[in-house]
């Protein structure tokens, strides 16, 4: 599900806002899906249920619409963290892990979420992912 073209490095997203604009520009211009405000409003709406904000700098938002034609698994790791969003800890998001899920894949998407959570209890996967500084290491590790 995850492809080491859609591993992000980027500077200058420092809200929610910003991260969900940057992954619907991106997956647009990638063809998985078909309208970013849709997109967008996918996103927000999830998080309006509950906030995906993890622990230890780490978010996993997810998204489930028909705009969504392959489900997608996306990467951006933060140089300037996200404080606006609520995490277990308090503390700001710099590492995303977004899944884009079409509508008739609830099944994997939970798998998915099911083992990317999994992988983020071990501390030092956490920590080698927080240190990464490279797409290939990232997605041997999430891949």
Partial sequence: MLKKENIYFEKDI???DKLFQFIA???????????????IEAF??????GSTGMEGGFAIP??????ILEAT?????????ISDWQTFDQKPVSFVIAFLIPPKGSEAHLHYLSDTAAKLVNKNT???????????????LLG
């Fill in 14 to 16: 420092n809200t929610k």
């Fill in 25 to 39: 520009e991106n997956t647009y211009k990638n063809g998985v899906i078909e309208d970013r405000a849709k997109l």
């Fill in 44 to 49: 927000q709406k999830r998080e309006e249920q």
């Fill in 62 to 67: 997810h998204a489930q619409s028909d705009t």
């Fill in 73 to 81: 698994m996306l990467v951006v790791k933060l140089a300037d963290p």
């Fill in 126 to 140: 956490v920590n080698q992912l927080i240190d990464a500084e490279n797409a290939d290491l990232i997605y041997d």
